[in-house]
């Protein structure tokens, strides 16, 4: 099997966007699709299944295979339902790209708790669930591709974010442990760092800089991804407007004590903790 013909591949929130564009190239280059998408509002309230249908509508005009599901990835049930409409529909399941996602910005000084669950149940228990229920079939075949969506907001900051940037990290921390506990099963775990116009980001950047960030743009990293061909796990790619680069933690040569250092004879040392000039990939502890 090359690429992703004949795969199974669950896209999350693929009613408009990003994921409509993944769902469509997918479904192009042969794969079955699961079009999840609630349907909602930009910060999830509402929903229904005008979105989904219309993406499965315009693959299927186009000659491909696709199922529409409108569950939310943000409860246990939402999740599993999603993976059981790949199983009912295509018998199998096997790539899970998390891209559903909403926003509640505001600062963290004005932020309330029902804003930071909100954001943080869909991005991170989202992405849980979906993968949570997919795991089972992916070891048991011995092929899986779990791809999640960050954000340079998570991996640096964003002003008025924390509650996505947090959720938008946390799926980096879930696909390093994946890529470990994945390996021996040839289940891969990626994150793509996407930058795109699509409504989420309409407010948000300068019109002639969203005119330069059609989000399919983003679409052939992520199907790279997911493909038999592409081994590579726990990486976390950027992707926005013809734009590809790897992004990864950088670990400085720091110094050793051989004591427990005196707070004084740690700062006395300070310039040369931080100092990146020798820095090295960081990598797991027992890697
Ligand atoms: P979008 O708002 O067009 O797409 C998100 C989709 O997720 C919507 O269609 C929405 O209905 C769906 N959704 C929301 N909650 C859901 C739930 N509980 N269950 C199922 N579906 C749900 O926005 P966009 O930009 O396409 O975002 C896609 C992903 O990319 C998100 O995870 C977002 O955080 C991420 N991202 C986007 C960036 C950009 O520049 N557009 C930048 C960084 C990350």
Redesign the pocket.
Known sequence: MAGVEGRVVVV?????????QHALLFAERGARVVV???????D?TG?GSD?ADAVVAEITAAGGEAVAN?????TAE?GEA?VRGALDAFGAVDVVV??????RDVTFAKMTDEQWDAVV???LY?TYHVTHAAWPHFREQGFGRVIV?????GLYGNFGQAN?GAA?LAVVGLINTLALEGRKYGITANA??????????SDV?PEDMLAQ?D?AYVSPLVVHLASEECADTGEVVLA?GGHYARVHYMQAAGVRFDHVPGIDELAAKWTAVIDMADAELGRPLNG
């Open positions: 999350t929130g693929a009613g408009g966007g990003l994921g409509r999840n998408d609630l349907g909602g509002a930009r999830g929903g979105m409108y569950d939310s990835v943000a939402g999603v998390n891209n559903a996602g909403i926003l149940k869909v991005h989202g969506t960050t954000s340079t907001s996505y938008k793509v760092a996407p930058i795109a116009a699509t409504r989420m980001t950047m960030l989000p926005g």
